[in-house]
């Protein structure tokens, strides 16, 4: 029932942009924190961006800061992860994470690859 559909994900070379779409279903995500994380093989996974619910504050990992920009849609029920100036070690599945209180939601991640 519960959705979180991931698209937006694929092969760019480095200094592209890339921009990574969440699309809820069966709940109302502007009720939750919605996050986007990164995950590589061996390494754990990472929370890149959030925007917090309620309020609407964001939050970063140092690493994307000034290059990628979170922003939800609420009348769409989707979620944004607008990338710039992609480098390398941003290669990563990256997830869609949904959070209010005992409930969270994981989108199917998608594959983004930067090369140099």
């Known amino acids: 029932q519960v959705q979180l559909v991931v698209s937006g994900g694929g092969l760019v070379q480095s200094g592209g942009s890339l921009r990574l779409s969440c699309a809820a279903s069966?709940?109302?995500?502007?009720?939750?924190?919605m996050s986007w994380y990164r995950q590589v093989p061996g390494k754990q996974r990472e929370l890149v961006a959030a925007?917090?619910?309620?309020?609407?504050?964001?939050n970063y990992a140092d690493s994307v800061k000034g290059r990628f920009t979170i922003s939800r849609d609420n009348a769409k029920n989707e979620v944004y992860l607008q990338m710039i100036n992609l480098k390398p070690e941003d290669t990563a599945v990256y997830y869609c994470n949904a959070y209010k209180s005992v409930r969270q939601y994981w989108g199917q991640g998608t594959q983004v690859t930067v090369s140099s």
């Open positions: 925007i917090i619910a309620p309020g609407g504050s964001t």
């Open positions: 069966k709940f109302t995500s502007s009720s939750y924190t």
